[in-house]
């Protein structure tokens, strides 16, 4: 049975109760599931092919972690701080982010399936060459982000800030860009291709590719 879905994402598969988890630290392979964690420092942790499935993360400190190959599936992570922190072909899988704080965060070429971000900073984030199926960010800061030759087909970017955002080489097909904030974004005609905007934010796309508007 399918779990339930918001807005078409799936939501995580969190059971209504769950018990804190006993983890004070993150080492190799480290595996968490179907538990709960709650205001522990894993501030500069370096670890690779750590798992989470079916874990919910509150104020988590991740503060400037290196996570390779970090998995998160079935996860919610609300009001956690993972600022500066890498995570590189992360995979993220049934997982919503809310009010979380990620500035400059890197996670190159990671997977996102079924994931909502939420009212996140992601000011500085770098998403190059990721993957996204089936995502969302709604009310996120992104100024300055990086999704440079990732793959958003089909990403809902709803009430977010993408100034200076750089998308050249991204697959924007069926991205909806419509309520976004999209001054001195970096990106080409190739790229807008399937894109959806406004009407009002025709004229300023068209100043995004180099097109001067004459308007007398």
């Known amino acids: 049975m399918k779990p339930p879905a918001k807005d078409g994402i799936l939501l995580p ?3 209504a109760s769950l018990a804190p988890a006993d983890l004070s630290a993150l080492a190799d392979r480290a595996e968490l599931s179907q538990s709960r964690l709650s205001g522990v420092d894993f501030s500069a942790a370096q670890a690779v092919d750590v798992l989470f499935d079916g874990v919910h993360l509150k104020r988590v400190m991740l ?3 290196r996570l390779e190959r970090l998995r998160l599936f079935d996860c919610r992570l609300e009001g956690c701080e993972g600022s500066g922190a890498v995570w590189d072909r992360a995979r993220l899988r049934r997982v919503e982010l ?3 704080r990620l500035l400059g965060i890197g996670l190159p070429e990671a997977s996102f399936e079924d994931v909502r971000f939420t009212g996140c900073g992601l000011e500085g ?3 190059n060459l990721g993957t996204f199926k089936a995502a969302r960010f709604e009310g996120c800061n992104l100024r300055q982000a990086s999704f440079e030759g990732a793959n958003l087909a089909g ?3 709803d009430k977010c800030d993408l100034s200076g955002a750089n998308l050249r080489g991204a697959v924007l097909t069926g ?3 419509s309520t976004a904030k999209i001054d001195g974004m970096q ?3 190739a790229e807008m291709r399937g894109a959806i905007i406004s009407a009002a934010q025709a004229v300023q796309v ?3 590719l180099g097109v001067k508007v004459k308007t007398d």
Request: aromatic letters at 12%; proline letters at 4%; a negative charge.
């Open 187 to 189: 990106i080409g005609s």
């Open 175 to 177: 991205v909806d860009f």
């Open 125 to 127: 984030a770098v998403f």
């Open 63 to 65: 503060l400037q972690s």
């Open 206 to 208: 068209v100043g995004l």
């Open 13 to 15: 598969r969190l059971p």
């Open 98 to 100: 809310v009010d979380c």
């Open 155 to 157: 990403v809902v970017f």
